[in-house]
């Protein structure tokens, strides 16, 4: 089953870190995301821009709106993400308890739900 895993950073941390705690953090993403590609279960892994990068969009009566960021006023925001492979939410867990920005941050783990078509 497919989980993802967001990753959630403190705004007064995420960007503010002296360079050598910033790399240090990025070497056990690397070596993380290594030994999940070694076991089978990383789908994938992205790193996100801060949110004054990032654009809403909205279509409301045929009409498109669009917000700059940050548009939500909040202490944390989405920095990354995981698609991971996991038996069940125990495994899920198990892994994303691995991931190095859960011990600045938080992690959500989310199973990804299907959507099919009726026939």
Known sequence: MRYVCLIYNSADVDGRQAPAETEAVVRAHFGFDEGLRERGTLIHADALETPDKAVVLR?????????????????????????????????????????????????????????????
């Open 59 to 119: 279509v409301r009566n045929n009409e498109l709106s669009m917000t700059d960021g940050p548009y939500v006023e909040t202490k944390e925001h989405l920095a990354g993400l995981y698609v991971i492979d996991a038996s069940d939410m125990d495994e899920a867990k198990a892994i994303a308890a691995g991931i190095p920005c859960a011990r600045i941050g938080a992690v959500e783990i989310r199973p990804v739900r299907i959507l099919t078509l009726p026939e």
